[in-house]
């Protein structure tokens, strides 16, 4: 039951955000770009798990798998100048997200 209501809350946040994208782009995007899917996770985890420790190590990848995430974006912010459409900007960045997933993953071993 914990389980569906967690789904229920994300897709209903996921589909405003997306519904509001239409109509106010910019309160869209600075709602998207708040952690909220990284509070609900990490609240969701440890009321789950009751792990602190586990908790602190998701935090802890969460804190450095969000700048290595932004990789995600560069083609968009190239797409005028390279003349890419959006597919190419997403394909392209789907696969710097795999190389930022390594990246990612070599930060947390370091640590």
Same mark, same amino acid.
């Given at each position: 039951?914990? $389980?569906? +209501?967690?789904v229920l809350l994300a897709a209903i !946040?996921? %589909? =405003?955000? /997306? $519904?509001?994208s239409g109509k106010k782009t910019t #309160?869209?995007?600075? #709602?998207? *770009?708040?952690?909220?899917?990284?509070?609900?996770?990490?609240?969701? /985890?440890?009321?789950? $798990?009751?792990?602190?420790?586990? /908790?602190? *190590?998701? *935090?802890?990848?969460?804190?450095? *798998? !969000?700048?290595? %995430? #932004?990789?995600? =974006?560069?083609? =968009?912010?190239?797409?005028?100048?390279?003349?890419? /459409?959006? $597919? %190419?900007?997403?394909?392209?960045? #789907? !696969?710097?997200? +795999?190389?930022?997933?390594?990246?990612?993953?070599?930060?947390?071993?370091?640590?």
């Amino acid at each position: 039951m914990l $389980w569906v +209501g967690k789904v229920l809350l994300a897709a209903i !946040i996921i %589909s =405003f955000v /997306s $519904w509001l994208s239409g109509k106010k782009t910019t #309160l869209a995007g600075f #709602l998207t *770009a708040l952690p909220l899917t990284t509070l609900l996770a990490l609240a969701f /985890s440890q009321f789950e $798990w009751k792990n602190s420790a586990q /908790s602190v *190590a998701y *935090a802890k990848s969460i804190f450095v *798998a !969000i700048p290595v %995430s #932004l990789l995600f =974006f560069v083609p =968009f912010l190239l797409a005028q100048k390279l003349n890419l /459409s959006f $597919w %190419s900007c997403y394909g392209l960045g #789907l !696969i710097l997200l +795999g190389i930022g997933y390594f990246i990612h993953n070599y930060i947390l071993s370091q640590f």
